[in-house]
């Protein structure tokens, strides 16, 4: 079974900068998550997806941070404009009830 | 609101020794699951032991192994005959309507 899958990996961009992940869960799994982890730090829920619906994102800075989820399957996360506050590995992870299932995250670094 | 506290930042033990990782919660919800998370430095979260709130027996899978206090809002777990692959972030979790994270602990295993 295909796991997570997000991309790019890595990224680097100037401050003010556009930036946009991508993730493709796991065939079947209604729930969609994307995680905010700065280093050094624990893992923290941005955004979470019921199939194209918004369950929760009470923590999602709006100024500057959206995402979708197109037809309950892949979803993007856009930052626009970046902040060097920004730089922090971005986790999506999916479910199909219970357990979450995470990527391998992609690393942003804002100069 | 769910939180989840991690009180040890780091942790070190000797190869094949046991060791325990403390985590408290809070939360008013009657019906939850609790995670413990493992993320070694290839930044994937990789789900180690769940444990049902409604279950009074304590979670094992192999040599990993929970308790769970629900009166304390308690979740330790605990790593028996260690090996050098546990070395790793351990995290926490909460999951209700969402998934909450800890702050995590430093789990070295020194040979």
């Known amino acids: 079974e295909a796991g997570v899958a997000q991309s790019p990996r890595y990224k680097i961009i100037e401050k003010r900068q556009s930036v946009a992940f991508w993730c493709n869960p796991i065939s079947g799994h209604a729930t969609l998550y994307w995680y905010q982890q700065i280093l050094g730090q624990g893992p923290k829920l941005l955004i979470q997806f019921q199939n194209n619906g918004v369950v929760d994102d009470s923590q999602l800075p709006k100024d500057r941070f959206s995402a979708e989820r197109l037809k309950g399957v892949d979803s993007t996360l856009k930052i626009q404009p970046a902040k060097l506050e920004d730089s922090a590995v971005y986790l999506c992870?999916?479910?199909?009830?219970?357990?979450?299932?995470f990527g391998q995250g992609t690393r942003l670094t804002v100069v | 609101a769910q939180t989840v506290t991690q009180s040890q930042p780091e942790m070190s033990v000797q190869e094949a020794e046991t060791v325990t990782l403390s985590c408290t919660y809070d939360t008013s919800e009657n019906n939850y699951y609790l995670f413990w998370y493992k993320q070694p430095p290839s930044r994937q979260m990789i789900l180690v032991i769940r444990q049902e709130a409604y279950k009074q027996q304590n979670a094992t899978e192999n040599r990993f192994s929970v308790n769970f206090q629900k009166a304390a809002k308690s979740f330790s777990l605990k790593i028996s005959d260690s090996q050098l692959g546990d070395t790793a972030m351990y995290f926490c979790a909460f999951g209700a309507q969402k998934l909450v994270f800890g702050q995590g602990t430093r789990l070295t295993i020194n040979p």
């Open positions: 992870a999916s479910s199909p009830g219970t357990d979450a299932f």
